[in-house]
């Protein structure tokens, strides 16, 4: 695994409410120039007053954090491992997709989705 990490929507909100262990992992990442990867759709789910939502506005705004959008070559990727996977969540397939490219860990609240989604698929459980 890559060093950094790629974080869902759950991690997003657990950074936002003070969560230690998120806050660590990520201040580690901001001290060794690691990467950390947010895709732009579970940011989406994360984000509702961004005026309010302090860590997570800075986060994304910090030179060492990819906001990952939804292009053309993703969401084909998306709409594929859906397909294989027999699930539905766009965003949930997003995080694996990047979290794959990546080779990152994925810091999730929610690990049954994302093994179902990818049974191999390195999780950091919150």
Known sequence: MTPGATLDAGGLIA?????????????????????????????????????RQIRLARLIRQPTTDVVALDRVDA????????????SDVVDAHVVICARRSRQNIVTSDSRDLTRLDPAAPLIIL
């Open 76 to 87: 084909t990727s998306v709409g594929r491992l859906l397909a294989a996977s027999g699930t």
């Open 15 to 51: 950074l936002d409410r003070n969560d230690r262990r998120v806050i660590v992992l990520v201040a580690r990442a901001a001290e060794t120039g690691a990467r950390i990867t947010v895709p732009a759709t579970a940011l989406a789910q994360a984000i509702r007053r961004p005026e």
